[in-house]
């Protein structure tokens, strides 16, 4: 947790950067450069990723969820912020 937190400060909110200094950490890399990923990119929004890490998946995902497969990843975030809103009091 330690790894993730000063990976997400030393970032400066810089998605690359954060998700390299979480993985140069060593320990559990996959899953500390994911933590730092996601919180780093839920602070920028998509427009603040770099194309280098989005344009490889084409917007699509891929789930182990059958019959919701595949499914554009814009898709999949748009569904997921309709159901927060109405939820939302």
């Known amino acids: 947790a330690v790894l993730c937190a000063l990976a997400v400060l030393l970032s400066r909110g810089d998605f690359h950067h954060g998700i ?7 320990l559990d890399t996959d899953c500390n ?9 839920a ?5 603040g990723i770099p194309p280098a ?3 490889p998946l084409n917007d699509t995902l891929r789930s182990g969820i ?13 569904q997921t912020m309709e159901l927060v809103a109405q939820r939302l009091p």
């Open 20 to 26: 390299t200094l979480a993985v140069m950490g060593g």
């Open 33 to 41: 450069g994911a933590t730092v990923g996601s919180i780093v990119g």
């Open 43 to 47: 602070i920028q929004g998509a427009q």
């Open 53 to 55: 890490w989005t344009a």
């Open 66 to 78: 059958a019959d919701y497969h595949p499914i554009g990843i814009s898709t999949c975030a748009a």
